[in-house]
């Protein structure tokens, strides 16, 4: 369904990312990974198609529209280059509902989180959460806090697009079973650090904080009287 509704033949490989349009998110670095990708396995032109799904944000400042105005322009550029029947890029640029999210999710092949700087990025968690039939790769930036614990996805430095290019050939050409082991660790992981686990640890840190002030106090009220 997501494959026609984007008029791509049944049999075309899809990678996508979930975004808004924002400068942190390396969205511009992602695309000239796919024109990495198709520059150096043009065999790929005509079956690979990457799918930006990108909502709009701030647009009232300049900076923002900016951005936005960048990535359509390198969209129709890497397109130009790389003709065949469907477009490599397709840039969307509005809101995607989580239905919508995780119906995209589930059709990838691959997905890409290229985050410049990044706290921690649910959407590789997400996508991950998705795949419940432990198929598909997350090619992800160092530069994000999931890759601390998602270490089974694909590193990459996003501002390196040859080596992006190449993480998304080893993703699109690996073998269902090492899918599988990856996808099934992954998905281990996003299970057990959940909301709860998280929310658990920063009571024990405080406690722990707590503590340490506690024993401080009572070493410096010693040393005072001695």
């Not at 942190?24 to 670095?29: E, N, R, S, V």
């Not at 397109?79 to 509902?97: Q, S, T, W, Y």
């Not at 270490?151 to 080893?170: R, S």
């Not at 959940?194 to 009571?203: D, E, F, I, K, S």
């Amino acid at each position: 369904d997501v494959r026609a509704r984007l008029g791509l033949p049944e049999d075309a490989l899809l990678g996508v990312g979930i975004e808004r349009f924002d400068y942190t998110k390396g969205i511009l670095d992602r695309m000239h990974g796919v024109d990495a990708l198709l520059t150096a396995h043009p065999e790929l032109v005509g079956r690979f198609c990457f799918m930006q799904a990108a909502a709009p944000t701030r647009s009232k400042l300049a900076n923002y529209q900016s951005l936005q105005e960048e990535a359509e322009a390198l969209a129709r550029e890497i397109n130009e280059r790389h003709g065949g029947p469907f477009e490599a890029i397709r840039l969307v640029a509005r809101h995607h509902d989580p239905e919508e999210v995780f119906e995209l999710f589930r059709a990838a092949e691959l997905c890409i989180v290229s985050s410049l700087h990044d706290g921690m990025n649910l959407v590789a968690k997400e996508f991950v959460a998705a795949r419940d039939d432990e198929q598909g790769v997350l090619i992800l930036s160092a530069f994000a806090g999931a890759s601390r614990e998602l270490g089974e996805a694909l590193i990459v430095n996003p501002y390196d697009a040859y080596a992006m290019g190449e993480a998304l050939y080893w993703a699109l050409t690996m073998e269902e079973g090492e899918q599988r082991e990856r996808m099934r660790v992954m998905r281990e992981q996003v299970e057990a650090r959940n909301v709860y686990r998280w929310a658990g640890q920063m009571l024990l840190d405080a406690a722990r904080l707590r503590k340490k002030q506690r024993i401080m106090r009572l070493i410096d009220k010693e040393r005072g009287r001695g």
